[in-house]
């Protein structure tokens, strides 16, 4: 399963890209505008710390057809490694359609049921990402929605990754590993709460004071 960042503060993907093995990064237009950054600039920014093997999703804010085919060409053109991002409305999914069939890497966002997945999928689009807690949201199930997504995809075959996003906690991202989900993009705080475990620092702190007890400090194991 790939592990992905969503995410545009540097800061933060420098810190977490240090630590963890990162597949990729992901921006929407409201990231993007958090970090009051030109969108060219940031993008730089970001390629700068991942470097240019490591895939970064960025999605256009054009609406029609024509514009959103624009957008794409210009982000695509940005690095070789980039993912367009497009919302599946009908414009969307007609962009989708055309920019896939001129071999554009598209990872198709917005998704709120199965149906718009598997039609984002069927257009072409590399990736399709459902937005789990948006869907929780609604009172819909983001969860299932994504269990049933993957599941079609994967029984029809369908070259496309399920990218679920719009996650509020660790749990979430559990219930879709276990689904078998192809990859998932995750803000730096679920990133961390993924990672981190009081008990873990707690165990480690023992260990340190029950050795220091035994041999006194600054005795390492190869002394
Ligand atoms: O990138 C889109 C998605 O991650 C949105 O997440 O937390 O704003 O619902 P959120």
Redesign the pocket.
């Known amino acids: 399963m790939e592990l992905i960042l ?1 995410t545009g503060n540097v800061n933060e993907i420098k810190e977490l890209y240090t630590i963890l093995p990162i597949d990729g990064v ?3 237009p ?2 993007v505008a958090k970090e009051k950054k030109k969108f060219i600039e940031l993008i730089k920014e970001i390629n700068d710390i991942v470097g240019e093997e490591t895939p970064i999703h960025a999605q256009v804010i054009s609406t029609k057809y024509e514009e959103i085919i624009k957008e794409a060409d210009f982000i695509s053109s940005i690095r070789e490694n980039i993912y367009v991002k497009i919302p599946v409305t009908s414009e969307g999914l007609r962009a989708i359609k055309e920019l896939s069939k001129r071999g554009k890497k598209i990872t198709a ?1 917005a998704i709120f049921t199965a149906h718009q997945g598997f039609l984002a999928a069927k257009a072409g689009a590399a990736y399709v ?1 459902p ?1 789990v ?2 869907i929780d949201n609604i009172s819909g199930d983001g969860v299932n929605t994504v269990r049933d997504l993957v599941s079609i995809i994967d029984r029809y075959n369908l070259n496309t990754k399920v990218l679920a ?4 906690n660790a749990q979430q991202v559990l219930e879709l590993m276990k689904v078998g989900v192809h990859s998932v ?1 995750v ?1 730096p705080d679920i990133a961390k709460a993924m990672m981190n475990h009081p008990l873990t620092e707690w165990s480690v702190n023992k260990f340190i004071e029950d050795w220091e007890d035994a041999f006194g400090g600054g005795i390492k194991t190869w002394d």
């Open positions: 969503d992901t921006t929407n409201t990231i966002t990402a937005y807690n948006r996003a719009s996650f509020k993009t803000p």
